[in-house]
């Protein structure tokens, strides 16, 4: 997880940095002209060094991106067919070179969870995308030429945007149980980058544009091969997300999902980087902690369990209040 305000409001670097520290401790990076503000807070995954800090610059591009790109070796070694040279380690570096080379048809060929944002410095024009599913967040508001972009709201309202309720948003929410499932946030004028989505900023103006739309195909197949489709998928998906230059943990309750993971982990033999299992418990009726000691002697891993206690509750209350910024599914 990492953070990023861009704007053409005046900011305070040192005091927004910090506002959004807890999303990437690792390193504080921005860039400013007369244009635009970036500022980036870096949760370091893949290659460690200072060389892959953010905001990240190739020629007259600036990027800054929170998420992981999961096949960006595969994808690295066809921009080398095309004559890109890398000097990092990171999927930072190959997604620039990326949307450099494709544009926006770059999204297409990214596996994994993403939003990031490239300026050109040239051309004073900016492209802002977000994953297919909507994994990582994407926070803008615009007013004629004034536009703010950022991984949190709360970035956006230190800059001076009144925090006023949508009460068309809260009402669907309080009447009908829905979350935010639109553009539209908990708030006025502060709108959520849709899952599938990228935005376009030229000459201070906003465009927003799908780039993907779910599709539900139709085949034939039998019971047999659909097990093989799903097993390779599995094995596949477990590969790519497995990369990092930091240990992995699993969490794991006992049930399908985790039960899985942990099967095919012990069946492809590709746990180096999984030091522990993790397990989270309230010891109440329903607890699965005993099922989850099973896997973990199973998977010969060593796993800790996180009790929750009722007199946690409130302690930890307003810190998720503070992170979530409003209602929230899950």
Known sequence: MCGFVLTNFNIDINKHSKIIKHRGPDQTGFYKDKNINILFNRLSIIDLNKRSDQPFRYKNFILVFNGEIYNYLELKKELIKFGYRFKTKSDTEVLLYSFIHWKEKCLHKFEGMFAFCVYDTLKKTTFIARDRYG????????????????????????????????????SNFIMRGVYQNDKNTFFKKIFSLEPGTFIEIKKQKIV?????????????????????HLDNLIKKSLSLSLRSDKNIAVAVSGGVDSSTLIYKLIETNIDNKIKYLVHWTCNDENDEKNFAKVLAKKFQKKILISNFNKKDYFSYLQKTLNSIEEPFGG
């Open 208 to 228: 927003v544009k799908k780039w993907f739309e779910l599709k539900v195909k139709k085949e034939k197949i039998s019971y047999n091969d659909a097990k093989l």
């Open 135 to 170: 994994i990582k967040p994407v926070f803008y508001y615009s007013n004629e030429n004034k536009f703010v972009v950022s991984s949190e709201k709360k970035s956006i309202f230190e800059i001076g945007i009144p925090k006023q309720l949508n009460i068309g948003s809260l």
